[in-house]
């Protein structure tokens, strides 16, 4: 069964530092999305894309994120300037319909 | 404003007991869907069930059961006969947008602990 998948599972990364997280959705969907989970929190949308852009962010996804389709497989999501609050686990989605967003394992990142 | 509110922040029970999970949600949208996920100490979120606005019957897989109620705004979970393994924190979530576009809006989660 086709599954969205994440690297890496776990980063560490020092304040200020940049990241980049990396998510392949299943091949055939066309939206994809980054949600974020701070450590027994619930799950906050961040960011929509679509065709190539930027369908929808919420007031977390500041100027410090960014979102990209570098080729035909990879969405990464692009933390410019580490902050210590930005720990969390950030999970991928991608859609085909309705049937429901799919979800990656997420990547647990540490700011120290 | 949609909103998603699980009011119950842990439950506790022993194992083979009925445990059910609340969730009241609230939208504006005549057309909407509902989803409960399951996210295990792994970390990972398990898609359980999808809900359409249109759709009130209820559902069982297993051992799971979903009550819609759209008159109070609610999509409860039932786990029948509770095990060890069912620990985890379940998330109910609605889904905000067109078909295609939107986001999911997530309520706080439940925790829920079986104890053998």
């Known amino acids: 069964e086709p599954e969205v998948t994440q690297t890496p599972s776990h980063q560490v990364t020092q304040m200020g530092q940049e990241v980049i997280l990396r998510c392949v959705p299943i091949s055939n969907h066309l939206y994809f999305y980054w949600y974020r989970q701070i450590l027994g929190q619930k799950v906050e949308f961040l960011v929509s894309?679509?065709?190539?852009?930027?369908?929808?962010k919420s007031e977390i996804f500041d100027d410090q994120f960014s979102v990209e389709r570098p080729d035909g497989s990879n969405f990464t999501l692009k933390i410019r300037s580490t902050k210590l609050e930005d720990s969390a686990m950030y999970f991928c989605a991608s859609i085909s319909g309705t049937s429901g967003q799919f979800f990656g394992p997420g990547t647990r990142l540490t700011v120290l | 404003a949609q909103k998603v509110t699980q009011a119950q922040t842990e439950i506790s029970v022993v194992e083979k007991e009925d445990v059910t999970l609340d969730c009241v949600y609230e939208t504006r949208d005549t057309t909407y869907y509902l989803f409960w996920y399951k996210q295990p100490p792994s970390g990972e979120l398990v898609f359980l069930i999808r809900r359409n606005s249109f759709d009130e019957q209820n559902e069982i897989s297993g051992r799971y059961s979903w009550n819609f109620q759209k008159s109070t705004s609610s999509f409860n979970f039932t786990i029948t006969a509770s095990q060890v393994v069912d620990s985890a924190v379940y998330f109910c979530a609605l889904w905000h947008g067109s078909s295609n576009t939107g986001k999911l809006i997530f309520g706080q989660g439940t925790t829920l602990q079986v104890k053998p």
């Open positions: 894309f679509y065709n190539n852009e930027i369908s929808e």
